[in-house]
């Protein structure tokens, strides 16, 4: 039972265009989400991250929008840059009953920006 | 900055034997991490610990098994090792909702 999906394993932009990613979740308990990037033979790096409380969160050239309703958050890099050619999850997290944070993962997106 | 390190890059093993994976971080968070990754499937979680000598399974537990007597090192074992665990194995510690991430151990078992 995959929670959130990625439903695009790969994506090509061009170098100054805008990429969008897009996530989907499923379940209503999640209130926290997540994006990270990762570079091959690297681990993934934290990117940005948004509220349930919120629709939108900037910074600087990344954005992530929030769709509740709707259960979909989406990332948009705008200029899109070669540097941000990686593998892009999204990740969707909610206390549990114990009050541990329960993270789960989406497949990934492989964004590759042409010059 | 936050370092967290892995034992081993790469790591080849053969059937059954007993596989020891180490991660260290120097942040001293409470919350610490085991996922695989594979192709298709995106990370998932194995085992979790929110504090030392604690330890909670993840969505994928099976085969593996974890330690953690130190706040700083967290290790996973893999009891006796599976061609079908063959995968990338990443450790993450957190303090608040994002996690740091090792660079990751690429494990072949043959």
């Known amino acids: 039972d995959q929670q959130v999906k990625q439903n695009s394993p790969s994506l090509s932009v061009q170098e100054g265009r805008i990429s969008i990613l897009n996530c989907d979740y499923t379940n209503s308990m999640f209130d926290y989400f997540l994006w990270y990037k990762k570079y091959p033979a690297e681990g993934p790096t934290f990117l940005i991250s948004?509220?349930?409380?919120?629709d939108k969160n900037e910074d600087g050239r990344f954005t992530v929008f929030l769709n509740k309703s709707a259960k979909h958050l989406s990332l948009h890099i705008v200029p899109s840059q070669p540097g941000d050619s990686a593998v892009y999850f999204c990740?969707?997290?909610?206390?549990?009953?114990?009050?541990?944070?329960?993270?789960?993962f989406g497949t990934g997106t492989k964004l590759q920006v042409i010059p | 900055d936050v370092k967290v390190t892995q034992s081993s890059r790469y790591l080849v093993k053969r059937t059954g034997e007993k596989v020891f994976l180490e991660c260290v971080q120097d942040?001293?968070?409470?919350?610490m991490f085991w996922y695989r990754q594979d192709p298709g499937l995106g990370l998932r979680l194995i085992y979790f610990?929110?504090?030392?000598?604690?330890?909670e399974k993840g969505d994928i537990p099976e085969g593996y098994s974890v330690s953690r007597e130190k706040k700083e090192r967290f290790s996973l074992i893999l009891e006796s090792a599976s061609t079908n665990q063959t995968s990338m194995y990443l450790c993450?510690?957190?303090?608040?909702?994002?996690?740091?991430f090792g660079p990751g151990t690429r494990l072949t078992v043959t």
């Open positions: 993450a510690s957190s303090l608040a909702r994002s996690q740091y």
């Open positions: 610990s929110y504090d030392v000598k604690m330890k």
């Open positions: 990740a969707a997290s909610y206390s549990n009953s114990g009050g541990y944070q329960k993270v789960t």
């Open positions: 942040m001293d968070h409470e919350n």
């Open positions: 948004i509220s349930s409380i919120k």
